[in-house]
């Protein structure tokens, strides 16, 4: 997930001037499920949106035909963020529906969930995990088991390769995950 920052480098009213096609490059974005939320920064010097996306030359693609940012009326500036708590539980369900792994601070919910179980196929078998595990967990498991080093470990989660940064994904019901130990020279 990163954050978009956009500071104006020309007084405001040519910034109004832009603001249409600015509204239609976002609105397009959102339709894609590319952006979370966005704003104006406050006083108005800028604004802002959060992307949704862990990978930051994609995000740096969004920006190419930006109009603000095209016709020199703008600056960007891309912030990496790892969401961790949400403030309640659908706004983390809907974080965790876009990839981005939250929990509740001091939520019983959390716990309960813990002590649920959840059945998943890894590298395929079936196994049945506690339910508050995660892709770290089993790569933890993994490396602890077979003396692997972690940074020699590849994820696949339903079939889509899953960045390091994103292992704190909780496994729900039926995934299939894939682990694979990377050895040099192939």
């Not at 096609?21 to 920064?41: L, T």
């Not at 009326?73 to 965790?96: C, F, H, K, Y």
């Not at 995660?134 to 940074?151: F, I, Y």
Request: proline content about 5%; glycine content about 8%.
């Amino acid at each position: 997930m990163f954050l978009l920052l956009n500071t104006y480098t020309v007084p405001t009213k040519a910034i109004d001037e832009a603001l249409p096609r600015h509204r239609r490059w976002v609105e397009h974005h959102f339709a894609e499920n590319h952006f979370i939320f966005g704003g104006r920064r406050e006083p108005r010097t800028g604004g802002f949106v959060i992307a949704a996306s862990d990978d930051e030359a994609e995000v740096r693609g969004y920006l190419e035909d930006e109009p603000l940012f095209a016709e020199g009326l703008v600056t960007w500036e891309i912030v990496g963020l790892v969401a961790q708590l949400a403030v309640d539980r659908p706004l983390s369900d809907a974080l965790n529906a876009l990839g981005v792994t939250t929990s509740v601070p001091g939520n019983d919910d959390n716990e309960k969930e813990s002590s649920e179980t959840v059945r998943v196929v890894v590298n395929d078998e079936d196994r049945e995990l506690p339910g508050a595990s995660t892709v770290e967990l089993l790569v933890t498991e993994m490396c602890q088991n077979h003396g692997v080093d972690r940074e020699a470990v590849s994820v696949s989660l339903d079939g889509e390769v899953l960045p390091q940064e994103r292992w704190a994904v909780p496994l729900g019901a039926g995934t299939d995950i894939r682990l694979a130990v990377l050895t040099p020279g192939g």
